[in-house]
């Protein structure tokens, strides 16, 4: 069965590291979405990505990158991690970039913590 | 600018109690999309329903049915004979469909905790 997965499930990290959190789907989807769920927030858009090579900015971006060499995965950065930025991260995918009709899946989820 | 919002936080209720829970969105879209999602202890995020702003039809699932009322940007949820099963997080969440903002992503509402006691 496809799916979206996500690694690693948890991870501890300490301010100004470097930290990648790693997505990859099977569902052959177009998008990819990246969002972080905080307490009293929901979850917000921090990048997303309509194809290979195709990256964009969401709502809270600053001190993230992504990059999508390839269908099936979109990897999330933080350049330099900060105690802000300890979240839960969802990764999710959609079948096509137009329209805003198509059903975005999620995957389990990152927690991340920064010390 | 587009928003959700669920003002309810928390809903406690006791097992084979309806509940309903809220949803009211804002967008300048004359074509737009509505989503629940489902969070349960667990913490994946399950997908409910998916609705376009031109089908105003109400729709049942099982004990799940969700009432859309455009005149009053609604979209509310309401669980019929809850179970303990049913105790989440949910989540209202929009989409944009068209004009130049068109990105399909989703606007979330803060989310409603529902708690079903046995």
């Known amino acids: 069965d496809a799916e979206i997965t996500q690694s690693p499930r948890h991870k501890i990290t300490e301010t100004g590291r470097q930290v990648t959190l790693a997505c990859h789907q099977t569902?052959?989807?177009?998008?990819m979405f990246w969002y972080r769920q905080d307490l009293g927030h929901g979850l917000r858009l921090i990048h997303y990505?309509?194809?290979?090579?195709?990256?964009n900015k969401g709502e809270v971006s600053d001190g993230y990158s992504v990059s999508r060499s390839n269908t099936e995965d979109l990897p999330l950065t933080l350049e330099s991690a900060a105690s802000s930025q300890t979240s839960v991260y969802f990764c999710?995918?959609?079948?096509?970039?137009?329209?805003?009709?198509?059903?975005?899946?999620f995957g389990p989820g990152t927690r991340l913590t920064v010390l | 600018a587009q928003k959700v919002t669920q003002a309810q936080t928390e809903i406690s209720v006791v097992e084979k109690e309806d509940v309903t829970l809220d949803c009211v969105y804002e967008?300048?879209?004359?074509?737009?999309?509505l989503f629940w999602y489902k969070q349960p202890p667990s913490g994946e995020l399950v997908f409910l329903i998916r609705?376009?702003?031109?089908?105003?039809q109400n729709e049942i699932s099982g004990r799940y049915s969700w009432n859309f009322q455009k005149s009053t940007s609604s979209f509310n949820f309401t669980i019929t004979a809850s179970q303990v099963v049913d105790s989440a997080v949910y989540f209202c969440?929009?989409?944009?469909?068209?004009?130049?903002?068109?990105?399909?992503?989703?606007?979330f509402g803060q989310g409603t905790t529902l708690q079903v006691k046995p």
């Open positions: 999710a995918s959609s079948e096509s970039g137009t329209g805003g009709r198509d059903t975005q899946y």
């Open positions: 569902w052959n989807h177009n998008n």
């Open positions: 990505s309509y194809g290979v090579q195709d990256t």
């Open positions: 967008t300048r879209d004359t074509t737009y999309y």
């Open positions: 609705r376009n702003s031109f089908d105003e």
């Open positions: 969440a929009l989409s944009e469909a068209l004009g130049s903002s068109n990105t399909g992503k989703l606007i």
